[in-house]
């Protein structure tokens, strides 16, 4: 079982460049969201789904898309990269809406230059 | 004001001493859950909590919901006890977790 797998670990951007983080999870949750995690702040939430087909947004989602064409993927794309997206990204999902077990990836740490 | 408040935010202890993480919120939960991150690593799930108290190993997390109040406790603390320990409650209409901003746990030898 291997849980949340977040791909690349670590990537390097050119401002104005595009990529996509990669999240997939094999548990079976409708659940999934992406974070950012900013030194000195808490993880804040950038885009979340309730369900293959189900986007919707989170406190800071300027600069990213997403989507969730299948229960197991939930990709992130940084449309045009600018500095103030360095930073560390998780993915995480849950059977039931975080009111019960969390799980997260192992993060993506992303330096736009 | 930030939603969910933890102390302290840096800890240093020494191998064996007894510790405490605090974690305040200022709005109605339905759970709250306590997280661990290494240096470097990704984020682990510790506990989840609605109610009362849990125990996993040298590992305690009890809740107040009536005071807005959660406590992580480590027993005779280990230097592989060194991490970030986060807290996150499940609250609002969208049903997302919010999260603090992390205590550095660092136990040395």
């Known amino acids: 079982n291997a849980g949340v797998t977040q791909t690349p670990k670590f990537q390097v951007l050119k401002t104005g460049q595009s990529m996509t983080l990669q999240c997939a999870q094999d548990m079976n949750h409708e659940y999934m969201s992406w974070y950012r995690q900013d030194p000195g702040m808490g993880l804040r939430l950038i885009h979340y789904s309730v369900g293959a087909g189900i986007t919707d947004q989170g406190e800071v989602p300027n600069g990213y898309n997403v989507s969730r064409s299948t229960t197991e993927d939930f990709p992130l794309r940084l449309l045009s990269a600018a500095p103030s997206q360095t930073s560390v990204y998780f993915c995480?999902?849950?059977?039931?809406?975080?009111?019960?077990?969390?799980?997260f990836g192992q993060g993506t740490r992303l330096t736009v230059v | 004001k930030n939603e969910v408040e933890q102390s302290p935010q840096n800890l240093t202890a020494q191998e064996g001493e007894f510790i405490t993480i605090n974690c305040s919120y200022s709005v109605g939960i339905s759970a709250l859950h306590w997280l661990q991150q290494h240096p470097g690593g990704g984020i682990v799930s510790l506990f989840m909590?609605?109610?009362g108290k849990k125990k996993h190993g040298r590992l305690i997390a009890t809740i107040n919901i009536q005071e807005k109040h959660s406590s992580l406790h480590i027993t005779a603390s280990h230097p592989r006890d060194s991490a970030v320990y986060i807290c996150a409650v499940l609250s609002g209409s969208a049903r997302q977790l919010t999260f603090g901003s992390g205590t550095q746990l660092t136990v040395l030898p």
């Open positions: 909590l609605s109610s």
């Open positions: 995480a999902s849950s059977p039931t809406g975080w009111s019960t077990e969390a799980f």
